[in-house]
């Protein structure tokens, strides 16, 4: 019986030094020592065959004649003189494959390693192209690690990416894509990394320091315009994918589906090739744990935009329940996003106006002429006016002379009498408002409801045209909030009613192709499909307006912040499930892993029946061979299960990690502790 | 009862509220106020909003009773900014144009006792600061549950003021011969949520294990849910009575709390999230506790809530009703509402009160054993501690009426300077009050005995109550007393306090907190360290103990915390 038990005792052996550098000096201690051929006497020579991956693969393996005392070192000086190729073999390593193991201990002899004449050994570099499904759903070619644990593997990929915190990332095996027609694929395009220098040494220091930058990007994005490409895909976001696209793609349609994903993550504490991942071979990076520390939206570009990007489409494919009202808001915030991110980006952080002198004058000047009402900050115009309507005809509606000024509408008999007092003046400070607009019928309503001691009074607003209507919807909305029409925002709100109204008009009339065109995003491609069905995209636009009034002021990296903390916010936010099967129990039920604690979700009922938190945890042990989970908890509370769509790695995996981001703090060093994170999520290796 | 009074029917005011409101008056007209808002032709004609309770006429009025003195000193100083710089003076002038809009109410806080204060509220105060100087005013604890609490007896409602909210805005929406009411309270629920968290974000745990839950356990709920990159709303869920719109008919209905809204469950719907109905977003609504609904609306329960845009004062079917089977889940779904409308407000708003109240018992805790000494040394040991007052304080005090607004120029010429530079709008009404603090605090020595219940002479009583206790503390710790006296706003006690570890305190110290003031809230970091000094009035501090913040305790985050400190220690 094998079996691990997680309690908390400090690592005992200290980190090793990078491996490549440590291979480097033994080939040169080996050089020398080489010269003076000597096999011992004692020890039969025998035959080991090698094959050498760079001599190409119909190549018959090398075959070198060794003693059982000969080091690893030694075996690959042969090799290599034996080729006689000359070459930066500094990243070479052996891998020994029925073992499926690498031989990394160059000072290690073939006998202690236990590798006899019918050992199939590679000689192959360690780091090798790998394809890496991004979050944003880009692929991107990269040397990765292949002989180190996934974690660090992780850390590297981050680092060149200019992630920080890559322990909330980790690689998963690719959901496989039904290939129905032999489509894009060639065309896909691919960014390629390959090309960066494989940096070795301060990973660790790495991990949470601010990187450098040049340019706004890390130094060696700024070396080339293809890198700088690279960089911008990265740290950008990206357009509004297509609703084909999006309901072209898998969605889980339940939890147990849900489940299936977990079973992917690759075990952080072994190496790729451990795991089957050969070159070239395509995986995901994504956020694994759902605890982002320290986002600093200075030096996480890349890291927001990408937790965006993955919070998006865990959005758009229903990976997360939300509301209805919830889809508009993360609807318009997407509009809002991919709009500013297509302008200029840089523009967007100066909204701190008063601070020069320029736009205080002209505040000044907008005041004092305020009392002698300038055009800027006034409409004047004839509209329609209907109050409490019982019935949605055009009859209630009466013509009236109507002037907006500051948060206030006042209307007049006729324009000759705006001198004197209106009819009737309405403040729209905190009131609602509302679109009611068909292009098609030409109807452009604005529905008030204006608060006042007796309740709410419903007012409606007739315009004439798309311009008129834009203006004084524009002009509701900021008085609404309290701003008049001086405001400096006046005019983009106008815009954006303008650009809903424009998608509007390209959504009932040509249906289907959505260009990237910034005026005629189809609202489709903001929403899940399960709204496609439901809403027309016209039906759809005026409910995204409506969400959008509330962010169209956030700049791009606010907007993002506001997606992620929507996101956040959901009730099942963070929640990675996995089939289980309770000790004692007869049926698959579900466990669910959140940042800080566990739920166990009965299938039957739908719901959650019992929820743990992890700081009430005392221990939890795993039973390697029945491959069974057990988890004690204060107050004598003992729960176990066998884990059924994922390995139980993953689980204790996830569980351990939880534990570890909770350790993470600001005060204690910032090196990641990757020793911590293997101790608590490691198999039987780590002990 | 009404609080809401235009400036012109003062007169009908009782006398000490006059006195009381004479010094809020002064105050607000501080004398580079005064010239530059006439300057600007602006000024005379100030906002239409403000129309119903015109702040100007009292300003004309007050600038015209004592024009000699501020003139004199600031007209020069104008001149001189204008020969500076236009850009300054522009700059200036805009600020003024928006002083001469702030919008000041008279406002009629009743208290616990029955009795009544009355102060002057301006626009740009929120419940904070309107709430420390009631604790100036009344002496009380300064515990965190003293809160503004707004009534309206016509719809049987009450809810307290968030304190970061501004107060006039609300105030304003109370129609004119309202019956509604501001009351200075002691309300437990209001930061219940920080004291126990537990009772509200593992509301479904039983009672028995929260009552036992770890004070740690409590640090690590309130990091998990207020601390990280967004709010964490509690999940709240349950059936609640809805009263039927225009009918007094309730009706059942399963209700949900997300922070975007509150959504119900239709009928013959899972409880998926797709499926909701929102039932309605917290954007334009507030959330009041209804009183009594069992025999005004026939509620199954007296256990009601109510949601409604804060502006809407008479019954209207926009007004939503809701009713629970208790007080601890009607309590649950309030405080998780204003969770999720407030956010993160709530828990700085805690914060911020919780320090108020460490400093104020660190004063409690040293005035009284001292507070037993004679009070006759207090008034020597005043004037080390205030130095500034003394030079032009007993001109003052033999003349009060005219008094105050001598003092401004007189006594303290940096302040207006620093205004005239850096012309923050907050800065008035602190400053204001540390001038006129000090003439009040000399007179009141012989009145040992005037504080609370009564107000001795009219004036001492709008900021002078301490005087006693004063006396005696200024022995051990003069400066905890005076702070909240001198300058109400928050900024300017820390540095007090801070100051007043060492005995005495030289002039500077009013002058620093002017400028501070321009940070609003700053008491954050000299309050922290004094707060380490007292016993342990607030247990639960805040973020500086974090997760297994090394306490001793044999469970799992702490045993962490070893293990990673031990690893350390290897490296």
Known sequence: MAITSFLFVPPAFSSTPGIGTLLCQICLLHFSLSLSPSLSPSMAAWDLSVTVEDLGPDTPPVSLSVTSDLHVGGVILKLVEKTQIKRDWSDHALWWEQKQCWLLRTAWSLEKYGIHADARLHFMPQHKPLKLGLPNGITLRLHACYSSPVFQTVMHICRMLNIRHPEELSLLRPIEEKKKKKDKDSTEEIYDLTEVPLSSGTIHSFSTSRPCLYNGMPAHFADSPQMEAVYKMLSVTQPPPAPEVIAKQYRPASVVDKAHINGRWLDSSRCLMQQGIQENDRLWLRFKYFTFYDIEPKYDVVRLTQLYEQARWAILLEDIDCTEEEMMLFGALQYHISKVSQSEPQMLSSSAAMDDLESALQSLEVKMEGESSSASEMLVETLFICFRPKRLTLKGYKQYWFKFQDTSISYFKSKEESIGEPIQQINLKGCEVAPDVNMAAQKFLIRLLIPAPEGMNEVYLRCENEQQYAQWMAGCRLASKGKSLADNSYQSEIQSIHSFLAMQKTNSSSHGNAPANDESINTHSLVSPRYHKKYKAKQLTPRILDAYQNVAQLSLTDAVMRFIQVWQALPDFGLSYIVVRFKGSRKDEVLGIAPNRLIRIDLGVGDVVKTWRYNNMKQWNVNWDIRQMAIEFEGNVNIAFSCVTADCKIVHEFIGGYIFMSTRSREKSDVLNEELFHKLTGGHEAL | ?571
């Open chain 2, 1 to 571: 009862m009404i609080v809401i009074q235009p400036p012109e029917s003062l007169h009908e005011l009782e006398d000490n509220d006059l006195d009381a409101l004479m010094a809020d008056l002064v105050a607000d007209l501080n004398a580079t106020e005064e010239k530059l808002a006439a300057e600007i032709k602006g000024l005379k004609t100030p906002s239409p909003t403000t129309s119903d309770l015109p702040p100007p006429t009292p300003a004309s009025s007050a600038a015209s009773s004592l024009p000699p003195p501020p003139p004199q000193n600031a007209k020069p100083t104008k001149e001189e900014i204008e020969a500076q710089m236009k850009a300054d003076k522009i700059k200036l002038a805009l600020e003024k144009l928006k002083e001469a809009k702030v919008k000041k109410l008279v406002v009629k806080v009743l208290m616990n006792d029955g009795s009544s204060k009355t102060l002057m509220v301006d626009e740009r105060q929120n419940v904070r600061e309107v709430l420390d100087n009631l604790f100036e005013k009344t002496h009380c604890d300064c515990n965190v549950d003293w809160s503004l609490c707004e009534t309206n007896p016509e719809l049987q409602l009450d809810r307290t003021f968030e304190d970061h909210e501004n107060l006039v805005e609300p105030l304003s929406a109370w129609m004119r011969d309202s019956e509604n009411q501001v009351l200075f309270q002691e309300r437990g629920e209001k930061y219940e949520v920080f004291k126990n968290p537990q009772n509200f974000y593992l509301w479904k745990k039983d009672k028995r294990a929260l009552k036992d839950i770890k004070d740690k356990d409590k640090e690590i709920l309130i990091q998990e849910n207020f601390c990280g990159t967004s709010i964490i709303v509690p999940d709240l869920e349950g059936v609640l009575h809805l009263k039927e719109d225009g009918k007094k008919s309730w009706k059942q209905r399963l209700f949900q709390l997300r922070a975007s809204g509150i959504y119900y469950v239709p009928k013959g719907k899972t409880k998926s999230s797709r499926d909701l109905v929102c039932f309605l977003q917290f954007d334009n609504v507030n959330v009041y506790y209804g009183k009594d609904f069992k025999t005004k609306y026939k509620a199954p329960t007296d256990f009601c809530f109510v949601l409604k845009h804060p502006q809407i004062q008479k019954e209207s079917q926009y007004i939503k009703y809701l009713c629970c089977d208790d007080a601890r889940t009607m309590n649950l779904w309030v405080t998780g509402i204003r969770i999720a409308k407030y956010g993160v407000s709530l828990y700085e708003n805690y914060k911020t009160a919780e320090k108020k109240a460490a400093v104020n018992s660190v004063w409690m805790n040293r005035s009284t054993p001292s507070s037993s000494n004679p009070s006759t040394p207090s008034p020597t040991i005043k004037d080390p501690a205030f130095p500034p007052p003394p030079p032009s304080l007993p001109a003052k005090s033999s003349s009060r009426p005219v008094a105050p607004q001598h003092k401004l120029p007189a006594n303290f010429p940096p302040p207006p300077m620093a205004m005239d530079n850096l012309p923050p709008p907050p800065l008035p009404p602190p400053i204001d009050d540390s001038p006129e603090a000090p003439p009040d605090f000399l007179p009141p020595p012989p009145p040992a005995a005037g504080f609370g219940s009564l107000p001795p002479p009219p004036l001492s009583m709008n900021s002078l109550p301490p005087p006693p206790h004063f006396g005696g503390m200024d022995q051990s710790l003069p400066p905890p007393p005076p702070d909240p006296e001198f300058l109400p706003p928050p900024p300017p006690e820390p540095v007090f306090t801070g100051a007043g570890a060492p005995p005495p305190p030289p002039p500077p110290p009013p002058p620093p907190p002017a400028q501070a003031a321009a940070v609003p809230r700053a008491p954050v970091r000299p309050s922290g360290s004094v707060r380490k000094v007292p016993p342990a009035p607030p247990k639960r501090t805040t973020p500086s103990l974090q997760v297994g913040g090394g306490g001793g305790g044999g469970d799992f985050m702490s045993e962490l915390m070893v293990a990673m400190q031990k690893k350390r220690g290897d490296h």
